[in-house]
């Protein structure tokens, strides 16, 4: 089993969709947990962290679920901008190395 | 202020020739990070470096791989007799404090290595 599993995508969406992103982790002592955002043929980008209570920047909504490994993104009324390759990111306490999802791929279209 | 960078942007190789790739970190980073991404692939943790410690190379993929960081700064990744399998980007990365907690990884634009 991968450690980061995301789903597979492609995701292509009208704008002002509301989009979500699923991922799952193997590993029970991950303790933090990111989503970074790609663009094409660009270098990783923190889009933002994810807390146990859940936590929301703008349009962005992230929750994470201990119990059953799971974390998510949701996106409301997806703008054009949003288009890119959504990384779902896992790192333990005692570790330093970031474990990467192979990512989801996200078009929004006018 | 300036971000990570890295040299060269793109590089095309022949099989068997040694390349050296270049990272600099933001100033005052302390831990460095390579990693590589294949098409098709996510980022794979090839090595890390904070301060004077011993770097961790638990991630380099063949002896065929080695890296140093000069001075607590410039990084450089070293692949020798290249395979065409080598063919990927190499980011680099850099961070204020090296563990724990949610502090942030910064990427670098990331070296596109083609082995023909």
């Known amino acids: 089993r991968k450690e980061v599993e995301q789903d597979p995508g492609p995701f292509n969406v009208p704008e002002g969709a509301t989009v979500a992103f699923n991922c799952t982790y193997s590993?029970?002592?991950?303790?933090?947990f990111f989503w970074y955002r790609q663009d094409c043929r660009k270098e990783p980008k923190l889009l933002m962290s994810?807390?146990?209570s859940g936590n929301e920047d703008g349009r962005f909504t992230a929750q994470l679920n201990r119990a059953s490994q799971y974390i998510s993104l949701l996106i409301r009324d997806s703008k054009l901008s949003d288009s890119a390759t959504y990384l779902c990111v896992v790192k333990e306490s005692s570790n330093y190395k970031l474990t990467f999802g192979k990512g989801t791929l996200l078009t929004v279209n006018p | 202020g300036a971000g990570v960078s890295q040299s060269p942007s793109n590089k095309v190789t022949e099989k068997g020739k040694d390349v050296e790739l270049r990272c600099d970190p933001i100033s005052g980073h302390t831990a460095l990070y390579w990693y590589r991404q294949s098409l098709g692939q996510g980022l794979e943790f090839l090595i890390y470096?904070?301060?004077?410690?011993?770097?961790?190379k638990s991630g380099l993929p063949s002896d065929r791989f080695s890296a140093e960081r000069t001075g607590g700064s410039v990084s450089t990744l070293t692949i020798q007799r290249t395979q065409q399998e080598d063919s990927a980007v190499y980011l680099c990365a850099s961070s204020l404090v090296p563990s724990g907690g949610q502090e942030t990884q910064y990427f670098g634009p990331g070296t596109r290595l083609l082995v023909l």
């Open positions: 470096f904070q301060g004077n410690s011993a770097p961790d």
């Open positions: 590993n029970s002592a991950s303790q933090s």
């Open positions: 994810v807390y146990s």
